[in-house]
């Protein structure tokens, strides 16, 4: 037997940037991130924007227009933007992919160019999916318009959309060329999709920092009431633990059985999917860490007290905790409608053994490869009954 051995390390290098007015003529971050890329030739840029943007900034499509001819010598814009649907619409219609293909083919891209993805977190997933296809990668520079994208989905190295009723069944993993945070976008959104992304810091910083979780819990109710100065910080920090796991866990790209940052996330997949996408992903995060607090309060990791601790905090920030979907045909684990069903999802999706992130304390995760059913229904009902005690009082 002969064999060649091979090993091909590979590096990438990606920045995430925070700024305001990105597309105001005064601000040259866009064009200089570019151009400096790219200083020998003006390289093609395909804009895809979010429905849901260009609604609440009509004015949008026109400012990248006249910001694109204020420094066409840097890059060309491509002049049809591709509009798409914003949520889950972008990421369950295989027809929208397809659509920005053609766009890309339509418009002569090359893997020198460059899409740039204007949305919230569905439709950066979607472009990027587009991006990473097409001609096997297109430079792709993701703009976050939502908490949750800003501060988790916009700044990670993964794309996907969904397929046969599974979530990101079909994806790639495919790190961005840059990320442009303009935190002016927060401001036209409604109140859900503000409160949305805030779970996602709160799950980070149960698993990485105490310290920023007390931060979580001292301003949980000014972030409720959309404190810009306290969101800034949250997005910043959150962003900040994010990519420091990405370049330093060892496994970014997932190729072992472990997701540490998907900690509640395998009902809140679930209960998305259960819900017909009526849960944002974040209110579903919500309930996920809530469940998966309680149920390791009762398998005697976490204390009870740092459990009630989670729990007011995620009430205080404006989070509802329970979906009836969580109790339905709950002692039915083989059974898709059950939210049992998203433990074997999600053993599938990692592509080996059952890894969830579960709690030890604030600050510390542990990893478990089984869980207890009848421990995970006690928790269901602990939950429901908290749940109904903060809406009584």
Request: aromatic residues 8%; charged residues 25%; contains cysteine.
């Given at each position: 037997m002969k064999v060649i051995e091979q090993e091909v390390p590979v590096s990438f290098n990606y920045n995430v940037y925070f700024t305001r007015g990105l597309f105001e003529r005064d601000n040259s971050l866009f064009s200089d991130i570019i151009a400096k890329a790219s200083p020998e030739v003006?390289?093609?840029?395909?804009?895809?924007?979010?429905?849901?943007?260009?609604?609440?900034?009509?004015?949008?499509?026109?400012?990248?227009?006249?910001?694109?001819?204020?420094?066409?010598?840097?890059?060309?814009?491509?002049?049809?933007?591709?509009?798409?649907?914003?949520?889950?619409?972008?990421?369950?219609?295989?027809?929208?992919?397809?659509?920005?293909?053609?766009?890309?083919?339509?418009a002569n891209l090359d893997r020198h160019s460059?899409?740039?993805?204007?949305?919230?977190?569905?439709?950066?997933?979607?472009?990027?999916?587009?991006?990473?296809?097409?001609?096997?990668?297109?430079?792709l520079v993701r703009i976050p318009t939502t908490v949750l994208a800003q501060n988790d989905a916009g700044i990670g190295v993964k794309n996907g959309v969904n397929a046969f009723g599974k979530k990101n069944f079909l994806g790639t993993f495919a790190p961005p060329f840059a990320v442009l945070n303009d935190a002016s976008f927060l401001q036209t959104l409604d109140h859900r999709d503000w409160r949305s992304g805030i779970s996602e810091a709160v799950k980070v910083a149960l698993l990485k920092d105490a310290a920023f979780f007390e931060f979580l819990e001292e301003q949980a109710t000014a972030l409720n009431n959309r404190d810009e100065e306290v969101m800034d910080h949250l997005i910043y920090r959150c962003a900040e633990l994010h990519m420091q796991h990405i370049a330093t866990?060892?496994?970014?790209?997932?190729?072992?059985?472990?997701?540490?940052?998907?900690?509640?996330?395998?009902?809140?997949?679930?209960?998305?999917?259960?819900?017909?996408?009526?849960?944002?992903?974040?209110?579903?995060?919500?309930?996920?860490?809530?469940?998966?607090?309680?149920?390791?309060?009762?398998?005697?990791?976490?204390?009870?007290?740092?459990?009630?601790?989670?729990?007011?905090?995620?009430?205080?920030?404006?989070?509802?905790?329970?979906?009836?979907?969580?109790?339905?045909?709950?002692?039915?684990?083989?059974?898709?409608?059950?939210?049992?069903?998203?433990?074997?999802?999600?053993?599938?999706?990692?592509?080996?053994?059952?890894?969830?992130?579960?709690?030890?304390?604030?600050?510390?995760?542990?990893?478990?490869?089984e869980v207890d059913f009848d421990l995970y229904r006690e928790a269901i009902a602990e939950l429901k009954l908290f749940e109904e005690q903060c809406i009584e009082v």
């Open positions: 003006a390289r093609k840029v395909l804009f895809i924007i979010d429905s849901g943007v260009t609604e609440h900034h009509p004015g949008l499509p026109e400012q990248i227009k006249g910001y694109a001819e204020a420094y066409e010598d840097h890059f060309r814009m491509v002049p049809e933007l591709q509009v798409i649907p914003g949520g889950e619409e972008a990421k369950n219609d295989p027809d929208i992919v397809g659509q920005l293909h053609e766009a890309v083919n339509r460059y899409i740039a993805a204007v949305g919230g977190g569905a439709v950066l997933d979607t472009a990027g999916y587009a991006a990473g296809t097409a001609h096997r990668g297109i430079r866990s060892g496994d970014p790209f997932e190729m072992g059985s472990s997701r540490p940052l998907d900690f509640g996330h395998w009902s809140a997949h679930k209960l998305e999917q259960l819900t017909d996408y009526n849960l944002r992903h974040g209110e579903a995060v919500a309930i996920g860490l809530a469940l998966d607090c309680i149920y390791s309060t009762l398998a005697g990791m976490l204390s009870e007290e740092e459990c009630r601790r989670i729990l007011r905090m995620l009430k205080a920030a404006g989070f509802r905790l329970f979906t009836p979907e969580l109790s339905n045909r709950t002692d039915e684990p083989e059974n898709p409608a059950s939210i049992f069903y998203g433990l074997e999802e999600f053993r599938e999706h990692l592509g080996g053994e059952l890894t969830i992130m579960l709690l030890e304390g604030i600050g510390k995760g542990r990893e478990v490869h």
